[in-house]
């Protein structure tokens, strides 16, 4: 008898082969139709405009799938859909991009777009003409159109609707090849056209949610978009039965629901709960991007709540199953396993389930490692071998413990091995506290490593909040993902060069992406808090393998957010040393609501693999209102899933043909031969296994691949670079094997700057090491990350002057001193070399120009007082409503001239008025701005600030108050464009009027000794340390931390820092959150001590009055915030009685 999981399979398989492998759904056949759909940030909201039509069109055959990557109008890419859909306010448009649409609308692809696409790219004609038409001018009102031309294929038999929306005026219109099917008052408001062999179907409908909600609107949407594919008869298609069942639902009042903007004890209404799909069901529900198809490799019955995974040298999976998650805390007792999954016929499909290990409890992450299986599974680090290769565990042992269990999801997690040998992970605030080779450790929040075999563990860098994702580039630059509103981080200097200069403070990691937005297409998503981004953020893994497009190799990351049914695509931008990501598309998302990705990796066949825990209860905590906590610090719910999982494969239909490896069968030599395999996965296998050998006969064929200078598409040599750690992990690059240390010296002038990077990270710490880098040119490099490499191994070299005076010329240079951590490399590396450093200093003070008065830019803002005005709307300006409703207006009283913006709300707003500028990463900036109020109360009132950047926001002004001036300055991250906020409310909802006038945002152009002379005091503070042996002390004043403070900026800290962000868990007179415990009267209860004690350490005391949990989830603050700002903090704190 077939087991469930293999009946589900052959439906599946059974589905997949009557349509093209081109296209995506899960289960995709030929009657789906593949539509990309454009869109931006812009203030009609194409995300949110999604969410609304395309579970309706899924449903109904058809994929839409979503990207605001103005990039994928390219002919590859394009070529794969069967239209494009264009929701946006993109105003121009590259040549090369209007190209490629032209080209391939008169290809014969369907191009459809709709609203406010009438006002994009204005700048080309040709574009203007393809559409039909661009918008004029608007007003509003609820009406219906009038069909003239009913006998048209897309009108036949519809009979129109009505709804509110905008009333679009046109012009430019361009009648040839165009048959208008309805007016609006004589204005043509939905037309189509042709273009060479494609269709053009257009609607000036759309503006918000009441119309993309409408039932007639979602039809006249179908038969439009069926239509430009090419469906004579799209009348007669969307009268048959929808593709998909509806889902079947089952009352509840078990399901805690936190409203958008509302109470946030989780006592909301959500009383419907859907019942668990088959996997061939559930894969229906499923949108992969075009030219992708998703795969299921095994399910349940065979394996239950997969919680991570890794792959052997033979290329199978291990997938590690937890039931007792989250509250069965029984680590002698354990229900949980570990699964070996094999496809022994090579169909794609998992075929043979041999338990290796089991009696295990809650185990997070596994690692290959010394010829066994590292597994996480707190408090202890296991190491697990076969020894008479049956497949089943023989050997078990704790390698260390430490790791707390007094939260289940917030331990270790995410094992990698390292580029280094080292093995690589994440913790999140359940911490670690523990002693590991003779040392004792304490940390929580961040990234880690250790030796394989468990005798040295490091504490690399913290993080913001709770941490479940890591990756590893392919050149060894490591990333991590939170949970929370924090899905991308770039690890760039670990603790422990900071740690080498007095008072020097590694600060945690912040955000690298643009936003912690995603893209769901159901609104049936259920958060705690930062509702519409990443609340359960997990993975950050980089796509390292070639079996995907170009695109893809070395510059994507994915990040799963199982609250939002998706795993998303993060592209991955490099700006000198500094990471930025973007988010514009996902890989897949859903709208079963069951469907929850938890974690992906790159797989043995170059394809993207991920575990779907398959779980409707995702949150974890906090505890809701009138529930109770369990063991594992999770709210106790039986509606927890217990009996299903899958893991899916993202396959790519032109990847190359996949040969499986076997690397227990491997020579030496083979193993040599696979360190240049276009896969990292068993590059990493080759190495681990070389290493682990520990023969030095190998060393020759090494050398070769050091020695080979050939460069891929996207500038790597991979063998070279894993040849190095190779040659490192066997201890041979050092002064007692001179040629192998020569090869490595020469591995400096490599063409590829991954190759010259790692060999830098290679070298020993020694004389001769600083002789071959200032040899090499390696300060003077064209790569940033080259350079910062260099300066971090000269700080670990002996002492030299040559290389102080080096280090200071080189980070005398504005494209370093400007850089986002060059800085801080050439702090601890001139504080090394401290005395060729400062002579270096002196010298460049006594010749250089004397001139305090540091010089500003022009202003960047486009229309900065509002004067241009087209069609009511000042130009350049958008509207960006985060919650509550407002009303937007350009008036005609502004402060200078005649115009300015306006916001107002009567019953409470969190919204802006906005517009985005091109800026330069690293560098300081002035925003500023006129701020005007009436009545203003609630949330922080007007103000001006950068989206997303914490230290970007001015002053804000409440109440009533006349024309008042604002000001912040800040220095940028790794941001390449800035989206300034004329706000209103701000982090909660205001009520009243503001108005915002001559905005101004001005790049401050620091004399060259301003960046140098912060690195130039450190050095020196450094060296006068040494002197007197005083590297030593909490405070870097000296100052207690208890004392001074200024009430007034440590209430802004609480109210209105982003990266702290107390107020979200905190409330202070009935405003923040609650997941801890509430503030206001913590001075009548404690003394400042006591509330430093808690800023600097959260887990020390418990308060009494804080029962959800026995650990903090709060980070120390010294890890976010310096010692004034912790005084200040204080300081506010304390006033609270």
């Known amino acids: 008898m077939l087991s469930r999981c293999w009946s589900m399979l052959i439906v599946s398989l059974v589905v997949s082969v009557g349509g093209p492998a081109t296209f995506a759904a899960g289960g995709s056949d030929s009657g789906r139709l593949h539509v990309l759909m454009l869109g931006d940030g812009g203030h009609h909201r194409p995300a949110q405009r999604l969410v609304d039509i395309a579970p309706y069109l899924l449903h109904r055959g058809i994929d839409l799938v979503y990207t605001d990557d103005i990039d994928d109008l390219n002919a590859v890419s394009l070529a794969r859909y069967d239209a494009l859909l264009l929701y946006a306010n993109i105003d121009t448009i590259s040549d090369d991009h209007a190209r490629a649409l032209l080209d391939y609308v008169a290809g014969g692809g369907g191009f459809v777009p709709v609203h406010c696409a009438s006002y994009c790219f204005r700048n080309n004609p040709k574009i203007v003409a393809l559409i039909g038409g661009q918008f004029k001018s608007h007003e509003t009102g609820t009406f219906r159109t009038k069909i003239i031309a009913p006998d048209h294929p897309v009108m036949r038999d519809f009979a129109g609707f009505e709804s509110w929306d905008e009333t679009y005026i046109h012009t430019l219109h361009n009648p040839q090849h165009r048959t208008v099917l309805s007016e609006r008052d004589g204005e043509p408001y939905t037309w189509v056209r042709t273009h060479g062999k494609g269709r053009v179907f257009y609607t000036a409908w759309g503006h918000d949610q009441r119309t993309f909600t409408n039932p007639g609107f979602r039809e006249l949407l179908e038969r439009g978009i069926r239509w430009a594919c090419g469906d004579d008869s799209p009348a007669a298609t969307i009268t048959r039965r929808p593709v998909l069942e509806p889902f079947e639902y089952v009352k509840t009042d078990k399901v805690p629901y936190y409203p958008p903007g509302g109470d946030r004890s989780g006592t909301g209404v959500w009383n419907l709960m859907p019942k668990p799909l088959s996997p061939a069901e559930s894969m229906k529900h499923a949108i992969t991007p075009a030219g992708f198809d998703l795969k299921l490799f095994a399910c349940d019955p065979q394996i239950k709540k997969p919680v991570c995974m890794a792959w052997d040298d033979r290329g199978r999976l291990w997938v590690a199953e937890t039931i007792d998650y989250p509250n069965r805390i029984a680590p002698d007792e354990g229900r949980d396993r570990i699964t070996i999954c094999e496809d022994t016929d090579h169909d794609g499909i998992a075929d043979k389930f041999t338990v290796f290990a089991e009696g295990l409890n809650i185990p997070t992450s596994m690692c290959f490692a010394n010829g066994g299986l590292i597994v996480l599974q707190a408090p202890d680090t296991l190491y697990f071998q076969d020894i008479d290769n049956d497949d089943v565990a023989d050997v078990r042992r704790v390698l260390f413990t430490g790791w707390s269990k007094h939260d289940t999801h917030a331990g270790p997690s995410n094992l990698r091995y390292g580029l280094d040998n080292w093995i690589y992970g994440t913790v999140g605030y359940a911490g670690f506290n523990g002693v590991v080779g003779g040392e004792h450790h304490k940390f929580s929040m961040g ?150 990705p938890i974690i992906a990796e790159v797989g043995p066949d170059g394809a993207v693999w991920f575990l779907d825990w398959y779980n409707y209860i995702v949150q974890h905590n906090p505890t809701p209102k009138g529930r109770e906590t369990g063991p594992g610090n999770a709210y106790i719910n039986d509606l927890r899933d217990k009996r299903h999982g899958r893991v899916y494969r993202v396959v790519y239909k032109d990847a190359p043909q996949y040969k499986p490896h076997d690397l227990t069968r491997s020579t030496p030599q083979q193993l040599v031969n696979t360190l240049v395999d276009t896969n990292m996965l068993w590059r990493l296998h080759a190495q681990r296994l070389l290493v682990q050998r520990g023969l030095p006969d190998v060393a020759s064929s090494l050398i070769s691949l050091v020695q080979d200078t050939s460069v891929d598409e996207v500038g790597l040599n991979t063998g070279a670079i894993h040849a190095l750690w190779t040659l490192h992990g066997l201890h041979l690059i050092d002064e007692a094997h001179p040629m192998v240390l020569a090869v490595a010296f020469g591995a400096l002038r490599h063409p590829s700057p991954g190759v010259r990077r790692n060999a830098l990270q290679v070298l020993p710490s020694s004389a001769a090491t600083v002789d071959a880098i200032l040899k090499a040119g390696s300060l003077n490099d064209d790569d940033a990350q080259v350079r910062l490499a260099a300066l971090l191994a000269l700080s670990e070299c002996p002492s030299s002057t040559i290389a102080g005076a080096s280090i200071f010329g080189m980070i005398a240079e504005s494209r370093n001193f400007q850089d986002a951590w060059l ?240 107020v979200r868990c905190h409330k202070v007179a009935n405003e923040g959150g609650d997941v801890g415990p509430d503030l206001s009267d913590i001075a009548k209860r404690t003394d400042r001590a006591y509330i430093l004690e808690s800023l600097i350490d959260p887990n020390a005391k418990i308060a009494e009055s804080y029962k959800q949990s026995p650990i903090s989830p709060m980070p120390p603050m010294q890890l976010l915030i310096s010692d004034d700002e912790i005084r200040d903090l204080v300081a506010f704190l304390s006033t609270l009685k």
């Open 823 to 1062: 800085p801080d490399a050439a702090t601890i590396a001139g504080a090394r070399h401290s005395a060729g450093f400062l002579a270096a200093a002196d010298s460049a003070r006594k010749a250089a120009p004397h001139d305090d008065q540091p010089k500003v830019g022009p202003n960047l803002m486009p229309n900065a007082s509002f004067e241009e005005i087209q069609n009511g709307q000042p130009v350049a300006w958008k509207v960006r409503n985060y919650n509550g409703p407002a009303d937007h207006a350009i008036v005609e009283a502004g402060r200078t001239g005649d115009h300015c913006l306006k916001i107002s709300s009567s019953v409470g707003s969190d919204t802006s008025w906005f517009v985005d500028v091109p800026v330069t990463p690293g560098a300081l900036y002035r925003l500023s701005g006129w701020v005007k109020t009436d009545s203003v109360k609630g949330a922080r009132g007007g103000l001006f600030n950068v989206h997303g950047l914490k230290d970007g926001v001015t002053d804000a002004i409440s109440g009533s108050q006349d024309w008042t001036r604002v000001q912040r300055e800040f220095r940028n991250d790794s941001r390449t464009r800035f989206s300034i906020n004329c706000l209103f409310g701000g982090w909660g909802k205001s009520t009243g009027t503001v108005w915002y006038d001559d905005v101004s945002l001005v790049m401050v152009h620091e004399l060259p000794t301003e960046p140098l002379q912060r690195v130039i005091r450190r050095v020196a503070a450094d060296a006068e340390a040494r002197q007197s042996g005083a590297i030593a002390g909490a405070a870097r004043s000296g100052k207690p931390l208890d004392q001074g403070g200024d009430p007034a900026r440590g209430r802004a800290i609480f109210f209105k820092n982003e990266l702290v962000g107390c």
């Open 447 to 596: 990234i880690y490593r250790f030796k394989p075999d468990g005798s040295k563990l490091e504490y690399l860098r913290a993080t913001n909040n709770n941490t479940w994702g890591l990756g590893q580039s392919e050149d060894g630059l490591i990333f991590a993902s939170t949970a929370n509103n924090n899905p991308s981080n770039h690890l760039p200097i670990a603790n422990r060069y900071y740690q080498r200069v007095a008072d020097f403070k590694a600060a945690a990691l912040r955000p690298i992406a643009d936003s912690s937005r995603f893209l769901p297409i159901t609104d049936k998503v259920r958060q705690v808090d930062v509702h519409g981004g990443y609340t359960s953020g997990a993975s950050h893994s980089i796509y390292t393998a070639r079996a995907y497009p170009r695109a893809y190799w070395n510059s994507t990351a994915f990040v799963n957010g199982p609250t939002g049914h998706l795993l998303g695509v993060f592209r991955l931008m490099r700006h000198g040393t500094a990471v930025s990501s973007h988010n514009p598309f996902n890989l897949v998302v859903g709208d079963d609501e069951w469907f929850a």
